[in-house]
């Protein structure tokens, strides 16, 4: 952390200055006014009520789900999972503010924005051979996929030619290392040899929202195996965290997304007019990569490929899309195995029908839950009735579940009411099992549980001390001499105070040269505290708040003998 300080505080100053908040999170969250507040779905955790808040008068926001907080150098940080360093020259770079690169030359930065520049020089260097006489292959291959030209310079398409070292030779003599190269996996070591980790295929480079070239992924020319190769894990890329052409679809006007499976089928979809196609990389959907969606649209069409993996992976999209607050739908093709063939065969007017013809995503899980069961036989249709109310147990709206109970109890020769009644004991019987797992996780005996209360009112004690000064900074010298100058009990707290204490004498107190040396979860701390009404609104009602400290002190909720003590304590204290 020591290294951030060379970033001076003009700089960060003249960064929030130009950085307007709402159209910030505005580019990752859907907002909604209310009052002087914007709110929208947490890009952070999965909800599907609006949790998060933003205040754009002060300049900080607030998840009241779980408890993401702070300003827009803290929401960078959380939504590019950038450090504080990056999420500063991200901004600055939207603002059009340089930044001496001196500043970056420091811990894991300097190697990210290594990789990003070895990953754009590959990019280049791959699309360069597509049109060489190396790459004559390659090219014939995405002709025969009907790509025009227009559409490889678009995505930046490319060919690796085979030979085991030509990219790592063009990389070395760029000025990159062997070292270098396999952190970013583009070579590989084995035997003290490094060599070329895509060899004879054509290339698909992944690129961020922020136009960066993260990753690549290869494709054979035959049928061989492994039919495609994708980046690992690296510094710059997370395949969990990130959508192929997300960077193009965030700017289509569709108001909502395509979810395909594979590099071919978005980049057809996108020749076709459907530049709101992404697509998965190599993994099945993600909680993260939903709420990745979820920062554009509310609705998701998913064309998944036709087959029996492909209609798996439709019904688990649809729950991992459920829960991040997204409304899907579903493509289904009889004609064709992907939307690839589909365009092909029979052009874009008719997958554009077919588009808005797509079915609700629950419909289709529930026609898939029915095929399953031969419901001639009782024990079967009892089955099969049991998981449709499993599964209409999830809905929160209890008109959409009375809607398609009603559905789904005449699609079976079911009895309505039968049926919702199995939903609701089914949500109780989950409900006490949430509450039972959230005690388990939690490490404590319930005996335990009014002791974590008494600390959780000593931390809003803290905070609130805390925030009559960020409220109050005239009054900071009072406050300091009600507390005889002795720390709050508490190290985070104390550490605000002492930060308080400097910054107190110029009148209103930032919070983001804190974010220098605190997590996101403390900024999110300090934000939420800055949240609520001050609990404190004159001098008189902090001095009980101070008074209640000096008698309250925390308790350690795992030393019963502590406790004992402190009891103890309390009523000498009261006796006197």
């Known amino acids: 952390m020591g290294g951030y300080a060379l970033i001076a505080e003009n700089i960060i100053s003249e960064i929030k200055y130009r950085t307007n908040i709402e159209q910030l999170i505005g580019e990752y969250v859907q907002l909604k006014k209310r009052g002087t507040t914007l709110v929208g779905l947490c890009p952070f955790h999965s909800e599907k009520t609006p949790s998060f808040t933003v205040w754009p008068q002060d300049g900080h926001y607030h998840c009241f789900g779980c408890g993401a907080g702070g300003d827009i150098i803290t929401f960078v940080r959380q939504v590019e999972n950038l450090e504080y360093p990056e999420a500063l020259e991200f901004l600055a770079k939207r603002a059009g503010i340089e930044i001496p690169k001196t500043v970056f030359e420091q811990d894991n930065s300097k190697q990210k924005l290594r990789v990003l520049e070895l990953n754009r020089f590959a990019a280049r260097w791959f699309h360069e051979r597509l049109f060489s006489s190396e790459g004559a292959a390659g090219l014939a291959y995405f002709k025969k996929r009907r790509l025009s030209d227009k559409t490889i310079k678009?995505?930046?398409?490319?060919?690796?030619?085979?030979?085991?070292?030509?990219?790592?030779?063009?990389?070395?003599?760029?000025?990159?290392?062997?070292?270098?190269?396999?952190?970013?996996?583009?070579?590989?070591?084995?035997?003290?040899?490094?060599?070329?980790?895509?060899?004879?295929?054509?290339?698909?480079?992944?690129?961020?929202?922020?136009?960066?070239?993260?990753?690549?992924?290869?494709?054979?020319?035959?049928?061989?195996?492994?039919?495609?190769?994708?980046?690992?894990?690296?510094?710059?890329?997370?395949?969990?965290?990130?959508?192929?052409?997300?960077?193009?679809?965030?700017?289509?006007?569709?108001?909502?997304?395509?979810?395909?499976?594979?590099?071919?089928?978005?980049i057809m979809l996108h020749q076709a007019g459907f530049s709101q196609a992404v697509a998965t990389l190599g993994t099945a959907l993600t909680q993260e990569q939903a709420r990745l969606m979820a920062r554009y649209t509310d609705k998701v069409v998913v064309a998944y490929d036709s087959d029996k993996a492909g209609t798996a992976a439709t019904q688990r999209a649809y729950e991992i899309l459920r829960d991040a607050g997204i409304s899907a739908r579903v493509l289904e093709m009889k004609e064709a195995k992907d939307p690839d063939e589909y365009i092909k065969k029979f052009g874009a007017d008719r997958f554009a029908a077919l588009l808005e013809g797509s079915a609700d995503a629950l419909s289709f899980k529930l026609r898939a839950i029915?095929?399953?069961?031969?419901?001639?036989?009782?024990?079967?249709?009892?089955?099969?009735?049991?998981?449709?109310?499993?599964?209409?147990?999830?809905?929160?709206?209890?008109?959409?579940?009375?809607?398609?109970?009603?559905?789904?109890?005449?699609?079976?020769?079911?009895?309505?009411?039968?049926?919702?009644?199995?939903?609701?004991?089914?949500?109780?019987?989950?409900?006490?099992?949430?509450?039972?797992?959230?005690?388990?996780?939690?490490?404590?005996?319930?005996?335990?549980?009014?002791?974590?209360?008494?600390?959780?009112?000593?931390?809003?004690?803290?905070?609130?001390?805390?925030?009559?000064?960020?409220?109050?900074?005239?009054?900071?010298?009072?406050?300091?001499?009600?507390?005889?100058?002795?720390?709050?009990?508490?190290?985070?707290?104390?550490?605000?105070?002492?930060?308080?204490?400097?910054?107190?004498?110029?009148?209103?107190?930032?919070?983001?040269?804190?974010?220098?040396?605190?997590?996101?979860?403390?900024?999110?701390?300090?934000?939420?505290?800055?949240?609520?009404?001050?609990?404190?609104?004159?001098?008189?009602?902090?001095?009980?708040?101070?008074?209640?400290?000096?008698?309250?002190?925390?308790?350690?909720?795992?030393?019963?003998?502590?406790?004992?003590?402190?009891?103890?304590?309390?009523?000498?204290?009261?006796?006197?």
């Open 154 to 266: 678009c995505f930046g398409l490319g060919f690796a030619p085979a030979g085991w070292d030509n990219l790592k030779k063009a990389a070395n003599a760029a000025g990159f290392s062997d070292n270098e190269l396999a952190g970013a996996f583009l070579a590989a070591k084995k035997n003290n040899r490094t060599f070329d980790m895509f060899r004879n295929r054509v290339m698909f480079p992944i690129i961020d929202s922020a136009g960066g070239v993260i990753g690549f992924g290869g494709r054979v020319l035959d049928d061989s195996l492994p039919k495609y190769i994708n980046s690992s894990d690296t510094v710059v890329f997370k395949k969990s965290r990130n959508l192929f052409a997300l960077n193009f679809a965030k700017k289509a006007k569709a108001g909502n997304l395509i979810l395909a499976e594979g590099y071919m089928d978005v």
């Open 370 to 576: 029915k095929a399953k069961y031969d419901l001639d036989l009782p024990e079967e249709k009892t089955a099969c009735l049991k998981e449709t109310a499993s599964e209409l147990a999830n809905l929160e709206s209890d008109v959409e579940t009375d809607v398609y109970a009603a559905k789904a109890a005449d699609d079976l020769s079911a009895d309505k009411k039968a049926l919702l009644s199995e939903i609701t004991r089914l949500r109780r019987s989950r409900a006490k099992r949430r509450q039972k797992e959230e005690l388990r996780r939690s490490g404590l005996p319930p005996s335990a549980l009014a002791r974590t209360e008494k600390n959780g009112k000593f931390d809003a004690i803290c905070a609130g001390i805390i925030r009559y000064l960020f409220d109050n900074p005239a009054d900071c010298g009072r406050v300091c001499a009600l507390l005889a100058d002795e720390k709050l009990p508490d190290p985070f707290w104390d550490s605000v105070l002492d930060y308080v204490k400097v910054r107190a004498p110029e009148g209103a107190i930032d919070i983001s040269p804190l974010g220098e040396n605190f997590t996101v979860e403390q900024m999110g701390k300090l934000s939420k505290m800055l949240s609520g009404p001050s609990p404190c609104s004159d001098m008189n009602e902090v001095g009980k708040f101070i008074d209640r400290l000096k008698l309250d002190r925390p308790i350690d909720i795992g030393d019963d003998t502590q406790l004992m003590e402190h009891i103890s304590d309390l009523q000498k204290s009261k006796k006197s």
